[in-house]
């Protein structure tokens, strides 16, 4: 007899993995969609990613936060969040952000620095779709 280890979330809890589930090895795009989530809904201040941003990025943050779609009633979570390699020392990342019943998407482009830290060089964010 073989025995099956089956689990279940616990009510009310969706969007979080079933206990004793695998997850995906986490990477520094899912680290920065976090951050820019939490500062573009205003759960922090722009200035949190001030070290994490290059060039224009930090302009395009400064404009986009305080007018951003991802300020609503209902606080916004991060679907999904995947990444591209268009080479070495980059990643082109995406991220699905679901606010209640609308869905919005957040792209953001991240280079590897001499430091072998990652900064964000740019932004997108595309406003919610019901």
Known sequence: MTRTRTTTRPPGRRDQPAPGARRRPRGPHDWFAERLLAVLSG??????????TVGPAYEQLITLAPTDPLRDRLT???????????????????????TGDRV?????????????RWRCAAIEIHGPRP
């Open 76 to 98: 916004p979570v991060l679907r999904h969040c995947g990444r591209f390699y268009p080479g070495p020392g980059v990643i082109e990342a995406f991220a699905r952000v679901a």
């Open 43 to 52: 759960r922090r201040p722009v200035h949190s990613l001030l070290g994490h």
């Open 104 to 116: 919005s998407a957040m792209a953001f482009r991240l280079e590897l620095g001499p430091d072998l």
